[in-house]
């Protein structure tokens, strides 16, 4: 993740070239809404995302361009979330920007509400019912602290998982562990037989935050969240605990050496996991998707192994389960000429065939209160407990993942890190992240 105020200062030196900007939804067009277009004449909106993958946007608009062929899409993804704030932030604040866009519970909630049109408005107009259908957690999480639904919620998903080769395991005589204690047994049998440690990428803060406010609800479940609204401190003991836990996971070897320099993607994943260099891959439930035969796995090395995903086993005084959140929801911008089309979009992608279609490759659970995923009749038996598993844990989470402050997030991150490194204490880490909570406004 990333600083958004460096961000901000340093606008003015993302130059972006106009074929970057071009056919953006705000820059252009007439005063009236364009409407659903004609064959002749198709509405073209422009979409920019960092998910769902290309494999699964391929069959996910397949399935629009079936139901609606006058609407089409012209979309722009990264798989680098940095990335895409930066040329959202950029284009957004330049006047140019997408029809659609996507955005997370939390920081980018806030970050980009001012540029979205009120999509409750866009709703109760277009995706009539809609309200009765989309879970009332996931709409609170899309609206901002003040009071405006920039967002349809479309996905949640939530951590902290562990994303497991249950046939390398089997070779190597171990079991999956269901405790910390046999966890950390498990890594050090792995790691005596040539194979990795667990592949952590603690090179991204995103993640590391993800961890932190998961781990801190087993100290104190629910301080996190008072200590971000500014009703404790973050040098409380329930962080000082949460901090102590962090190292000793690291002291524990738990991951990798270098982990600070290795990125979740490709490396981790692809390069680690994948590559069959270590039996276990810290992740979100997001990853679950992998337990099932798929674009992603085809062609490497744990291709044809049973794959399997378990929540990561409690660290601290108490089992909390997984926090979730909204990991993905549709804004259309305020200045868009297409919110019609638009919004036939984010209805196919929220109570419509794209929502079944996304949520079966398990990249996150439903919005929509009625819809389950459909699992291949041939899953193996690991792939069926672990899509139980996320799907019950999911469900049942009352924890956010997300804190709203990016600059905080930013900051757990990078203490995480020297913590990692050895450049901080647990006391120094806790000071610089509460100095910082100290200097947002509210």
Same mark, same amino acid.
Request: proline share 3%.
């Given at each position: ?7 901000? /200062?340093?606008?003015? /030196? $993302? ?20 409407? $659903? ?81 009120? &999509? ?29 639904? +920039? ?37 050090? #049998? ?26 801190? !609800? ?7 969240? *008072? ?7 973050? #040098?409380?003991?329930?962080? +000082?605990?949460? &901090?102590?836990?962090?190292?000793? &996971? ?24 994948? /590559? ?17 035969? !798929? ?27 997984? #926090? %979730?959140? +909204? ?5 259309? !911008?305020?200045?868009?000429? *297409? ?11 929220? %109570? ?91």
């Amino acid at each position: 993740m990333f600083n958004m105020k460096k961000t901000i /200062a340093a606008i003015g /030196a $993302l130059a972006m070239s106009a074929g970057l900007l071009a056919g953006c939804g705000s820059g252009s067009g007439s005063s009236s809404d364009e409407g $659903l277009g004609t064959a002749d004449n198709p509405v073209t909106l422009t979409f920019w995302t960092w998910q769902p993958t290309d494999a699964q946007w391929k069959s996910i608009y397949a399935a629009f361009e079936k139901k609606y062929p006058n609407i089409k899409i012209d979309w722009w993804r990264t798989s680098e979330m940095a990335d895409y704030q930066k040329k959202l932030q950029t284009s957004m604040a330049g006047g140019e920007g997408p029809d659609v866009f996507g955005v997370q519970a939390g920081s980018t909630v806030e970050q980009y509400g001012r540029f979205a049109e009120d &999509m409750k408005d866009l709703a109760d107009k277009y995706m009539p019912g809609w309200d009765s259908k989309v879970a009332e957690g996931a709409v609170e999480q899309t609206t901002n602290s003040d009071g405006k639904m +920039v967002a349809m919620p479309t996905i949640t998903s939530g951590s902290e998982y562990i994303l497991y080769n249950k046939t390398l395991l089997d070779e190597n005589g171990v079991k999956v562990p269901t405790t910390y204690d046999e966890l950390v047994e498990a890594n050090k #049998t792995l790691v005596s037989k040539g194979l990795m440690p667990m592949a952590l990428g603690a090179k991204d803060g995103w993640h590391l935050d993800d961890i932190f406010v998961w781990l801190s !609800n087993q100290y104190g479940e629910g301080d996190v969240y *008072k200590a971000a609204d500014g009703k404790a401190k973050f #040098t409380d003991e329930t962080f +000082v605990k949460t &901090m102590k836990a962090w190292k000793q &996971m690291i002291d524990d070897g738990l991951f990798q050496d270098g982990a600070v320099g290795t990125a979740t993607y490709p490396d981790a994943r692809d390069n680690y996991f994948y /590559a069959r260099k270590t039996a276990f891959f810290p992740t979100g439930s997001w990853h679950v998707s992998a337990v099932l035969p !798929n674009d992603e796995t085809k062609g490497t090395a744990v291709e044809k192994d049973e794959l399997g995903m378990m929540e990561f086993p409690t660290v601290g005084d108490k089992a909390t389960g997984p #926090t %979730t959140g +909204v990991d993905f929801g549709l804004a259309v !911008n305020k200045d868009s000429k *297409k919110q019609e089309a638009a919004m036939k979009f984010i209805e196919f992608m929220t %109570t419509g065939e794209g929502q079944q279609e996304w949520i079966n490759t398990l990249q996150g659970a439903p919005v929509d209160k009625d819809m389950k995923v459909e699992v291949p009749s041939d899953a193996t038996e690991s792939a069926k407990t672990s899509i139980d598993l996320v799907t019950k844990g999911q469900a049942e989470s009352k924890l956010q993942r997300k804190l709203t402050s990016q600059e905080l997030n930013d900051e757990i991150g990078v203490q995480m890190q020297n913590i990692y490194t050895g450049d901080a204490t647990v006391e120094s880490a806790l000071k610089s992240i509460q100095q910082v909570n100290e200097s947002i406004e509210r």
